[in-house]
C-alpha cells in the first residue's frame, strides 16, 4: 500500500472523522477529506465528489441532519490497511414521528490519500430515506453513476 501506513493509521482516521462528524466540527472535519473526496451511496447509484460539495454536505449535515438525531449506536467497527467500516443505528424524532435507519459506512483511502494520512472519501449503504434525510437540499445534485 503505502510505507508508514498501516491498519493503526487507518484506525486513527477512521475513529477521528467519525467523532469529528458527530461533534459536527467542521473545519477539522474537512481536514480529514483528502483534495477531490468521493461520497458513494448505494444501492442508490448516486455519488457526491470534490471540495465544494464536500463542504456543501457538510455544512448542511451539521446544521441540519445533527439536531434530527435522538439516538445514535455504532453496532460494530471492522479495520484493514484500506478502510473502516462502520455499522450504525440511528433513531431520529421528526416533528413527534420516529424514524429508525440502519447504516453501513467505509471510510477509505488510496495510495495517494493514504499518503497524506486523509480519506478519499466514504461508501455509504442505507436506504433512499436516509440518503435523503443525510444530504438534504444536495440530494437532487447527487451524480448517477455510469
Known amino acids: 500500500m503505502v510505507p508508514g501506513w498501516s491498519v ?3 484506525a486513527e482516521l477512521g475513529r477521528r472523522h467519525a467523532e469529528l462528524e458527530a461533534k459536527g466540527d467542521l473545519e477539522p472535519l474537512l481536514e480529514t477529506l483528502a483534495p ?3 461520497y458513494l451511496f448505494q444501492p ?5 465528489r470534490g471540495d465544494e460539495m464536500a463542504r456543501r454536505f457538510y455544512v448542511q449535515f451539521i446544521e441540519e441532519f445533527l439536531p434530527l ?3 445514535v449506536e455504532m453496532l460494530g467497527e471492522w479495520v484493514n490497511e ?9 433513531d431520529f424524532d421528526i416533528d413527534g414521528t ?3 435507519h440502519h447504516v453501513l459506512g467505509i471510510l477509505y483511502v488510496d495510495p ?9 472519501g466514504e461508501r455509504v449503504y442505507a436506504g433512499e430515506a436516509f440518503i435523503r434525510r443525510m444530504t ?5 445534485e447527487l451524480e448517477e453513476l455510469g
Open 136 to 140: 438534504g437540499d444536495l440530494f437532487d
Open 69 to 71: 438525531r435522538s439516538r
Open 82 to 90: 484500506t478502510s473502516v467500516v462502520q455499522e450504525y443505528v440511528l
Open 98 to 100: 420516529k424514524e429508525q
Open 8 to 10: 493503526e493509521a487507518m
Open 44 to 48: 442508490l447509484g448516486r455519488c457526491m
Open 112 to 120: 495517494e490519500s493514504a499518503a497524506q494520512g486523509k480519506l478519499r
Open 36 to 38: 477531490n473526496p468521493l
